[in-house]
């Protein structure tokens, strides 16, 4: 069986990465990005990836959209940050992976807590007094926590409750005051997305300080030690669905659901300015490195784009729209436990508009059994139906503004699903209708049989139900209907459809998704 290593060690010898810079000191102008996506186009490139994004405003008026229509015309897969919702792009979704930065908090009375921390050195704070004060253990104040006494040797506990400030806040009163270490007990899911750490402390979590502070308030001279730079593998569950990354629907096209994918995106190793300050110890001392952890959707779209180009180069022929249904086919929406992925503010279910079709597998990506072409002729018939001026739609297909749009077609041959109900709660019964067509690139001679998972309150067909391929490259079609209605919850419900290979080589799953009517930029 091929893999994603046997691919990527012979692509070592071809892969001819670029770099295009279009944002400099004097500022970012739209004709600069134009210029560039538009040279990285003429230089025969296969993959564009754009960390780079403008929201609110519609697709005609979007650069980015405008220029990667463009580049997909020309047979060029353009991935990038979520918040860019064109139908054309390969919109990534960022995650958190199973890496655990940690600091291991040891008590005098022996208990050891693994909790967060990225202080960026090798501290030594070893059986250090440890302070619970209630007066200050908010530490939103530097003043108040310098009176603490030999506040410069001792570990302070700061505790977060609900209306307080954030835990980098807390870090930078406790920096400001000179203390020397800390323990934040806290909930707050942006600590783990964040590189920002000035002091020697450590993160634990509501449950594990209820235990510090037992042994703290028991203690005549309560006593701790913290380790640090400690990095873990295989952290559950993972991967989690960023807070920080930006949910659909597509305010810019309501019938192709966004985002598309999920990839890693939080404290992703990357090379950094040597000369550019990277991380702060206490208040002014400030550290540089060659590389840093980063995080965003931007990092995300890398692992996409260069996922991307893997699949590109085991299958050459493949258009940029196949490429993304085999790795949208083939993502996986389970989590490490094995359970639904979750969100990380809420710890609830993402649904696809928060992750797309799950988190990208790349092996499976490589031979996905099944895929869902679409042609830039595609694209340009979904134009057509969008009722745009004659000017705005040639601002967007460009060199195919003289198409004929004799055939407007708003449903797209897509590897997902999207319905509205209406949010005035008349729980009336709506009834949407979608064509798919789908390329057998596995077997030769192949049969799929469909498996339906539909949303809550909604029922879904599909005809045919079973598809029988008689050779490589075939092309079949079935119709796939909605019917739905809202609930009084307004919440966005999902399910799949799926088709099973009978001897089970390949599954290709579509996520179905049934949201709220949005309004439309």
Same mark, same amino acid.
């Given at each position: 069986?091929?893999?994603?290593?046997?691919?990527?060690?012979?692509?070592?010898?071809?892969?001819?990465?670029?770099?295009?810079?279009?944002?400099?000191?004097?500022?970012?102008?739209? %004709?600069?990005?134009?210029?560039?996506?538009?040279?990285?186009?003429?230089?025969?490139?296969?993959?564009?990836?754009?960390?780079?994004?403008?929201?609110?405003? /519609?697709?005609?008026?979007?650069?980015?959209?405008?220029?990667?229509?463009?580049?997909?015309?020309?047979? &060029?897969?353009?991935?990038? *940050?979520?918040?860019?919702?064109?139908?054309?792009?390969?919109?990534?979704?960022?995650?958190?992976?199973?890496?655990?930065? %940690?600091?291991?908090?040891?008590?005098?009375?022996?208990?050891?807590?693994?909790?967060?921390?990225?202080?960026?050195?090798?501290?030594?704070?070893?059986?250090?007094?440890?302070?619970?004060?209630?007066?200050?253990?908010?530490?939103?104040?530097?003043?108040?926590?310098?009176?603490?006494?030999?506040?410069?040797?001792?570990?302070?506990?700061?505790?977060?409750?609900?209306?307080?400030?954030?835990?980098?806040?807390?870090?930078?009163?406790?920096?400001?005051?000179?203390?020397?270490? $800390?323990?934040?007990? *806290?909930?707050?899911?942006?600590?783990?997305?964040?590189?920002?750490?000035?002091?020697?402390?450590?993160?634990?979590?509501?449950?594990?300080?209820?235990?510090?502070?037992?042994?703290?308030?028991?203690?005549?001279?309560?006593?701790?030690?913290?380790?640090?730079?400690?990095?873990?593998?295989?952290?559950?569950?993972?991967?989690?669905?960023?807070? *920080?990354?930006?949910?659909?629907?597509?305010?810019?096209?309501?019938?192709?659901?966004?985002?598309?994918?999920?990839?890693?995106?939080?404290?992703?190793? $990357?090379?950094?300015?040597?000369?550019?300050?990277?991380?702060?110890?206490?208040?002014?001392?400030?550290?540089?490195?060659?590389?840093?952890?980063?995080?965003?959707?931007?990092?995300?779209?890398?692992?996409?784009?260069?996922?991307?180009?893997?699949?590109?180069?085991?299958?050459?022929?493949?258009?940029?729209?196949?490429?993304?249904?085999?790795?949208?086919?083939?993502?996986?929406?389970?989590?490490?436990?094995?359970? /639904?992925?979750?969100?990380?503010?809420?710890?609830?279910?993402?649904?696809?508009?928060?992750?797309?079709?799950?988190?990208?597998?790349?092996?499976?990506?490589?031979?996905?059994?099944?895929?869902?072409?679409?042609?830039?002729?595609?694209?340009?018939?979904?134009?057509?139906?969008?009722?745009?001026?004659?000017?705005?739609?040639?601002?967007? $297909?460009?060199?195919?503004?003289?198409?004929?749009?004799?055939?407007?077609?708003?449903?797209?041959?897509?590897?997902?699903?999207?319905?509205?109900?209406?949010?005035?709660?008349?729980?009336?019964?709506?009834?949407?209708?979608?064509?798919?067509?789908?390329?057998?690139?596995?077997? $030769?001679?192949?049969?799929?049989?469909?498996? &339906?998972?539909? /949303?809550? !309150?909604?029922?879904?067909?599909?005809?045919?139900?079973?598809?029988?391929?008689?050779?490589? !490259?075939?092309?079949?079609?079935?119709?796939?209907?909605?019917?739905?209605?809202?609930?009084?919850?307004?919440?966005?419900?999902?399910?799949?459809?799926?088709?099973?290979?009978?001897?089970?080589?390949?599954?290709?799953?579509?996520?179905?998704?049934?949201?709220?009517?949005?309004?439309?930029?």
């Amino acid at each position: 069986m091929l893999t994603s290593l046997d691919v990527l060690l012979e692509q070592q010898k071809v892969l001819h990465p670029k770099l295009y810079k279009f944002s400099v000191d004097e500022g970012e102008f739209a %004709s600069d990005l134009i210029a560039a996506m538009d040279q990285a186009v003429a230089d025969g490139l296969d993959m564009i990836c754009i960390s780079y994004g403008w929201r609110f405003i /519609p697709i005609y008026e979007d650069t980015i959209a405008i220029v990667a229509f463009g580049a997909m015309a020309k047979g &060029v897969l353009v991935s990038a *940050s979520v918040g860019n919702h064109c139908p054309g792009i390969f919109t990534v979704a960022s995650g958190h992976t199973d890496c655990w930065f %940690s600091g291991t908090l040891t008590l005098g009375n022996g208990l050891k807590i693994k909790g967060w921390s990225l202080f960026p050195a090798r501290a030594i704070i070893d059986n250090w007094s440890v302070i619970y004060n209630k007066t200050v253990s908010a530490c939103d104040s530097a003043e108040l926590l310098a009176q603490e006494p030999d506040a410069g040797r001792s570990i302070i506990i700061c505790q977060r409750s609900a209306d307080a400030d954030e835990v980098s806040t807390q870090m930078n009163s406790v920096a400001e005051a000179r203390l020397g270490a $800390a323990i934040f007990i *806290s909930n707050d899911p942006a600590i783990l997305r964040s590189i920002d750490f000035p002091n020697p402390g450590v993160v634990i979590t509501p449950k594990e300080g209820k235990q510090v502070l037992s042994y703290v308030t028991k203690t005549i001279e309560p006593k701790a030690s913290i380790s640090f730079l400690g990095t873990h593998l295989d952290s559950k569950p993972a991967p989690v669905v960023s807070g *920080s990354s930006a949910r659909g629907p597509s305010r810019s096209y309501l019938r192709v659901a966004k985002p598309d994918i999920l990839a890693p995106g939080v404290l992703i190793l $990357a090379t950094w300015a040597s000369n550019a300050m990277a991380a702060k110890i206490g208040a002014n001392i400030e550290l540089a490195t060659d590389y840093l952890l980063e995080s965003g959707t931007s990092m995300a779209a890398r692992h996409i784009a260069g996922i991307a180009a893997m699949v590109k180069g085991a299958h050459p022929d493949w258009s940029p729209s196949a490429i993304r249904s085999a790795m949208m086919t083939t993502a996986n929406p389970l989590d490490n436990t094995q359970k /639904p992925i979750r969100n990380s503010e809420d710890n609830k279910p993402a649904t696809p508009l928060d992750m797309g079709a799950g988190h990208v597998d790349p092996n499976r990506a490589l031979d996905p059994g099944l895929i869902y072409d679409t042609t830039p002729e595609d694209y340009v018939n979904l134009l057509c139906s969008l009722n745009f001026t004659e000017e705005q739609f040639k601002t967007i $297909a460009r060199s195919s503004a003289n198409h004929n749009c004799s055939n407007p077609s708003s449903d797209i041959n897509y590897p997902s699903f999207i319905a509205f109900f209406s949010p005035e709660g008349n729980f009336t019964w709506l009834e949407q209708k979608f064509r798919r067509t789908v390329t057998n690139v596995g077997s $030769a001679a192949s049969t799929y049989r469909v498996k &339906v998972k539909a /949303p809550r !309150n909604s029922t879904v067909s599909v005809s045919p139900q079973t598809l029988v391929f008689k050779k490589k !490259n075939q092309r079949l079609s079935s119709s796939l209907t909605i019917r739905c209605r809202d609930d009084a919850e307004q919440k966005v419900q999902s399910g799949s459809i799926t088709w099973v290979e009978d001897n089970g080589n390949h599954t290709v799953r579509s996520r179905i998704v049934i949201s709220p009517e949005i309004e439309t930029w």
